[in-house]
């Protein structure tokens, strides 16, 4: 059990920075005076992640922190019918080496860590949308994650196999094949507070209902999300894999340039990071009282 005072951050992609799982942790920890930061990105990797651990996690002085990564680390959208091997084996062994730093980076500073297997691709018929028929690559994020656990002496929790056991495993999915949706969170959510030592039961049937003031937290941290994935995943990321040197003015023009880009998220993120580039330390400074107020 965690005690009054302790911060956990959630640190992790896209499938963390959706924030259901992490909001459904916060208003039950909450209620015994532990503070929650969702310190997702969208589009992130273990890889990625190392350029933004400091500012986005570490910020926040964690005693606990959770982790989990995988299923952009091995780009799920490559197709294994026109890809060559040694791609797949290169990222595999990207994200082994980038998430042992990750863990380490928080074990050095004696932050209790607890790893998460990714969850799984959902393979098969399902939807309508292409299947990329990356799961096997996932498991091997899994298994890594297990392994690495053990290694670095932190916890684990087996995400990937509380979801592949399931027999109805396209009920937790969204059509991505790639995010959990609503149910599929609560149950990341269950296992998490249930590893936290909090013997939490819910129904994933159940529609989440959060406090009103997690709610007006969670609008707040939503645009703040957004801008972050426009900044990490459009222009960071961007810069650092083409090899460009960019000054903040620089930045600007280049994500102005992206909101007219064919993909509508990344537009619309792109413009949110545009009309809210004055005001981001404001937005996370709201983040933080309103984080202060539900532990009150």
Request: glycine residues 4%; hydrophobic residues 35%; aromatic residues 10%.
């Amino acid at each position: 059990m965690l005690n009054k005072g302790e911060i956990l951050c959630t640190f992790g992609d896209s499938i963390t920075a959706g924030g259901l799982f992490t909001a459904e942790i916060f208003d039950n920890l909450a209620k015994i005076g532990v503070k929650v930061y969702n310190c997702g990105v969208a589009g992130d990797t273990a890889y990625d992640s190392l350029r933004r651990i400091d500012s986005d996690c570490l910020c926040h002085n964690p005693t606990v922190v959770t982790v989990m990564f995988g299923v952009n680390d091995i780009e799920h959208w490559l197709d294994p019918d026109t890809t060559d091997k040694s791609t797949f084996d290169f990222l595999i062994n990207r994200h082994k080496e980038n998430l042992k730093k990750v863990v380490t980076c928080f074990t050095e500073k004696n932050i209790r860590v607890i790893l998460m297997s990714p969850p799984p691709y959902l393979e098969g018929d399902y939807y309508g949308t292409k299947d990329f028929k990356c799961n096997n690559r996932v498991e091997q994020c899994a298994k890594y994650a297990q392994r690495l656990s053990k290694e670095l002496d932190c916890e684990f929790i087996d995400i990937y196999n509380q979801f592949i056991s399931m027999d109805n495993m396209q009920d937790f999915f969204r059509e991505d094949r790639v995010h959990p949706n609503e149910k599929g969170q609560r149950i990341i959510a269950k296992a998490v507070l249930n590893k936290l030592g909090m013997q939490y039961d819910s129904n994933p049937e159940e529609e989440f209902v959060f406090s009103e003031i997690n709610k007006e937290r969670m609008k707040i941290e939503c645009l703040y999300k957004e801008i972050m994935y426009a900044k990490h995943d459009t222009i960071d990321k961007y810069c650092d894999r083409m090899g460009i040197k960019m000054s903040p003015e620089e930045k600007t023009i280049h994500i102005n340039k992206e909101v007219g880009s064919p993909y509508p998220y990344v537009a619309y993120c792109a413009q949110k990071y545009i009309d809210n580039i004055d005001k981001i330390e404001d937005i996370k400074k709201q983040i933080t009282v309103l984080t202060e107020k539900m532990v009150i």
